[in-house]
């Protein structure tokens, strides 16, 4: 069936890199797409979101890319901190109408000092 | 704190007892939603309001699972007759109605359910 999925289930780097988190989705009708960060014991928090039409967007320290071609979505965060270390999910929604969130299962990033 | 409030936080029951959930949403956000988290995988769809009404339902939302939304405002999500399997975290969230950005989903803290 239609998923969305990650690629990499954890992503060890060390504070000051740059991390790259990668997700696929398979739904040809998403529209809509969002990162969403969960510290442990905790609601996914908001990151950043892009909508189909676009291919790239920037938030503070975080820069969403989007390839239709390849149904791809990554998140960059720069400058890695410690605070950082958390489960990342990308989820989408299909351009029907706004109501429902299909998650991925994540990807662990671990920051060390 | 402006945030979506669930509680309680964390609740332990034995099986085949009742539970009852409340959310608070964000003020002013006419659209609620329910999903449910078990370890190590995303957030599950369950149900969604529009002010009171439940205009969707997944199939994950057996006969068991209520939910509410008498005045639009906070909601409750109720599970009856508990099993083991139903042991999960429970997420509110909230967004207001239109506009990219605007659309943004906001999630609560969740309620841990435990069944023994």
């Known amino acids: 069936g239609e998923s969305v999925g990650l690629h990499l289930p954890t992503l060890s780097v060390q504070e000051g890199d740059n991390s790259i988190i990668n997700c696929a989705y398979s739904n040809s009708a998403s529209d809509y797409f969002i990162w969403y960060k969960q510290e442990s014991g905790k609601g996914p928090q908001f990151i950043i979101d892009i909508r189909s039409n676009m291919d790239k967007r920037q938030g503070q320290r975080v820069t969403v890319l989007l390839n239709k071609t390849v149904k791809h979505l990554s998140l960059q965060i720069a400058a890695t901190q410690p605070g950082d270390s958390a489960v990342y999910f990308c989820?989408?929604?299909?351009?029907?109408?706004?109501?429902?969130?299909?998650f991925g299962k994540g990807t662990m990033l671990l920051v060390s000092p | 704190d402006t945030g979506v409030s669930q509680n309680p936080r964390h609740k332990i029951t034995k099986r085949g007892q009742n539970v009852t959930f409340r959310c608070d949403p964000i003020s002013e956000h006419n659209r609620l939603y329910w999903y449910r988290q078990t370890l190590g995988q995303g957030p599950e769809f369950l149900t969604y309001f529009q002010n009171e009404a439940q205009l969707e339902k997944s199939r994950l939302l057996s006969d068991r699972f209520s939910a509410e939304r008498p005045k639009g405002s906070f909601s409750t999500l109720e599970i009856q007759r508990t099993e083991q399997g139903d042991s999960a975290m429970y997420l509110c969230?909230?967004?207001?109605?239109?506009?990219?950005?605007?659309?943004?989903?906001?999630f609560g803290e969740g309620s841990w359910l435990t069944v023994v």
């Open positions: 989820a989408e929604t299909p351009n029907s109408g706004y109501s429902t969130l299909t």
């Open positions: 969230a909230s967004s207001p109605r239109s506009g990219l950005g605007g659309n943004t989903i906001y």
